[in-house]
């Protein structure tokens, strides 16, 4: 089996050819002539022919050299383009980004992390893989995306977790309801009310589904939606009871078009944090990422 060619061998006849001569190639590589000879020797006999003929002091290429020199400075050439581009990916302001997020997070946390991101690393090329908790794992695992805003993983050792905050999942209700008029939630009265809940095939879904489950409340009457924002206006105007996170709504809290209660006297909490494939080194635009998130992020805790 053929061996590969040495790459300073290759330098080493390049300047040869360029220079026409050992003494002037071997102060171009700052090396001495005897390391260049020994060099060029190396590369004749691993490549099996003599690529220079050496005239005195000259040295001029042979028919093969010929050949073999335009294969060189092609090879040579690519070399300092894969070299130009992993620097690239060093400096500041380059390189790739690749981040999956839920609908949610797109909505109201990615906008002004990306906003953030984008003043330090102008020329970053940007992706972003919207979709469910399952779905981010599925393309961290197949290496599509790098990093993931979601919930925290449950006991899965092959990924890495960076917390951001912890939310709370509530009731929401409109001002008339009568919970907002009682000043409560009434227990018996949950398995009679509308509840406007985020995609059933959601994560979120399946956290409140089994949090009822497990406090013997049968959910009978619901509403399922793929926004968070059709889920708040459907609040408004009476047609149930909203399930969500009080920083999703939080100008409408603040304003008090909408009104939150916990579900219950167990509180049911989400983590949620930054994901990526257990032991990967992190680049510096990721690290940056992953520092603006934590700092966009702050208040959304409970």
């Known amino acids: 089996m053929r061996t590969t060619l040495d790459s300073r061998q290759l330098l080493a006849f390049e300047a040869v050819a360029r220079r026409g001569s050992f003494t002037l190639a071997a102060k171009d590589l700052f090396l001495t002539q005897s390391a260049v000879s020994h060099a060029m020797k190396a590369l004749e006999t691993e490549v099996g022919c003599r690529l220079l003929d050496r005239i005195g002091k000259r040295a001029l290429l042979t028919q093969a050299g010929e050949q073999f020199l335009r294969h060189t400075e092609k090879i040579l050439r690519e070399m300092e383009t894969a070299r130009s581009g992993l620097d690239t990916l060093t400096n500041w302001g380059h390189g790739r980004l690749r981040v999956g997020a839920s609908t949610t997070a797109c909505q109201y946390m990615l906008p002004t992390v990306l906003r953030e991101f984008k003043q330090s690393f102008p020329k970053c090329v940007i992706k972003i893989e919207p979709g469910d908790h399952g779905r981010q794992l599925e393309l961290l695992r197949a290496g599509q995306i790098d990093l993931a805003i979601m919930p925290m993983p449950e006991g899965d050792a092959e990924f890495d977790f960076v917390p951001l905050f912890e939310d709370e999942l509530r009731f929401l209700v409109a001002p008339l309801h009568p919970w907002a008029q009682a000043g409560g ?118």
């Open 185 to 302: 939630v009434s227990r018996s009265t949950i398995s009679e009310e509308t509840l406007i809940m985020y995609n059933k095939t959601s994560y979120t879904f399946r956290l409140v589904s089994e949090y009822f489950r497990e406090e013997k409340i049968l959910l009978s009457n619901y509403i399922e939606l793929g926004s968070m924002e059709a889920i708040k206006e459907l609040v408004k105007i009476g047609l149930g009871v909203g399930v969500l996170a009080p920083w999703i709504a939080r100008e409408e809290l603040r304003s008090g078009a909408l009104i939150a209660f916990p579900l219950g006297r167990r509180k049911l909490k989400r983590k949620w944090g930054v994901v990526y494939l257990h032991g990967r080194r992190l680049p510096l635009a990721e690290e940056t990422f992953v520092g603006l998130s934590r700092t966009v992020t702050e208040g959304y805790g409970v």
